[in-house]
């Protein structure tokens, strides 16, 4: 069972704790679509520093029980908006990124959300199923964190699904 998952707007001291969540190679696996070399502080600090710069991006630290576990996102594509999500290893299994996810969406604007997962990211999945997404499509892209093509779902949460409560 989760502890109370609280969302919170990003720090400039929350970035060390998020490098740390991205050197797991297990999690950059599961992520697929992460950066090529995530050891890469200064690729690393761009990008953050180009995001939270970027005012349509919503950027959230997920904090339990007092305790930066990991971070929250919703950020446009094209005309769509997209979510994506990234709870420290250590932490998996006990409902953080489901909560986490849930309470994001429930910040949002009325309309539909979008996700993508790697199609054998069974524990994303899950989250986005939890929460209300379903897939809608298939696609592929170059995930450079594993140096191939990968296919992938992309999930659609319908406008409106966020407040019907618990999926």
């Not at 797991?24 to 502080?41: E, L, V």
């Not at 094209?78 to 990124?97: F, K, L, Q």
């Not at 994001?104 to 993508?116: I, K, N």
């Not at 592929?140 to 990968?150: D, H, K, L, M, P």
């Given at each position: 069972?989760?502890?109370?998952?609280?969302?919170?707007?990003?720090?400039?001291?929350?970035?060390?704790?998020?490098?740390?969540?991205?050197?797991?190679?297990?999690?950059?696996?599961?992520?697929?679509?992460?950066?090529?070399?995530?050891?890469?502080?200064?690729?690393?600090?761009?990008?953050?520093?180009r995001i939270r710069?970027?005012?349509?991006?919503?950027?959230?630290?997920?904090?339990?029980?007092?305790?930066?576990?990991?971070?929250?996102?919703?950020?446009?594509?094209?005309?769509?908006?997209?979510?994506?999500?990234?709870?420290?290893?250590?932490?998996?299994?006990?409902?953080?990124?489901?909560?986490?996810?849930?309470?994001?969406?429930?910040?949002?604007?009325?309309?539909?959300?979008?996700?993508?997962?790697?199609?054998?990211?069974?524990?994303?999945?899950?989250?986005?199923?939890?929460c209300g997404f379903?897939?809608?499509?298939?696609?592929?892209?170059?995930?450079?964190?594993?140096?191939?093509?990968?296919?992938?779902?992309?999930?659609?949460?319908?406008?409106?699904?966020?407040?019907?409560?618990?999926?």
């Open positions: 069972m989760t502890s109370e998952v609280r969302l919170r707007p990003v720090r400039d001291d929350d970035l060390p704790a998020f490098f740390a969540h991205e050197q797991d190679p297990q999690a950059t696996w599961m992520a697929a679509f992460g950066p090529a070399d995530p050891s890469d502080r200064a690729a690393f600090d761009a990008h953050w520093a710069a970027d005012e349509r991006v919503v950027n959230r630290a997920v904090v339990v029980d007092g305790e930066l576990v990991g971070r929250v996102a919703a950020f446009p594509v094209g005309e769509r908006t997209e979510v994506s999500y990234w709870i420290d290893p250590a932490r998996w299994g006990r409902g953080h990124a489901t909560a986490a996810l849930r309470a994001l969406l429930r910040e949002l604007p009325p309309g539909p959300v979008h996700a993508r997962a790697a199609k054998d990211n069974a524990a994303s999945l899950a989250v986005l199923r939890k379903v897939v809608v499509g298939e696609d592929s892209g170059y995930a450079a964190s594993r140096g191939t093509e990968v296919e992938e779902y992309v999930l659609e949460l319908p406008a409106g699904a966020a407040e019907q409560g618990d999926h």
